[in-house]
């Protein structure tokens, strides 16, 4: 599992004074793009693998709203990956432990000259943490 900590901050809120709705998928990327960084999986190797991750469909539960200067944490779990699609759980926890939002996303690889859904590669396994690091 990899958690990504975060403060929340002006530019996140809506006119309610809390994280406008889709901010919350903006941060959820904001932490997955931490996760495949973090295994030697970036911007530039996508660029030069011609390969990217896409997202299929995402389930988004609110919880608990996120306010101005809360701390929070967003946590990334692999469900599953069978053949060209994945599943992973992200949780956005706040500081005391109450948990504020969760989603799961089906994901897959993207070929960016084929332009299709392909079987995960090795640096992309390793991107996501189906292998280990």
Do not use: C
């Amino acid at each position: 599992m990899h958690t990504y900590e975060l403060l929340i901050r002006e530019s996140h809120l809506d006119t309610f004074g809390h994280v406008n709705n889709a901010t919350y998928l903006a941060l959820y990327e904001e932490a997955r793009w931490d996760l495949t960084n973090g295994n030697g999986f970036g911007l530039r190797d996508i660029q030069k693998l011609k390969t990217g991750p896409v997202i299929l469909e995402v389930t988004l539960k609110f919880q608990s709203e996120l306010r101005l200067r809360e701390k929070i944490k967003i946590t990334t779990e692999l469900l599953d990956y069978k053949g060209k699609v994945g599943h992973l759980r992200q949780r956005m926890i706040k500081e005391d432990g109450t948990p504020a939002s969760e989603a799961v996303f089906t994901f897959g690889l993207f070929d960016l000259v084929a332009r299709k859904l392909i079987e995960p590669n090795e640096a992309w396994k390793k991107a996501i943490g189906l292998e280990p690091s």
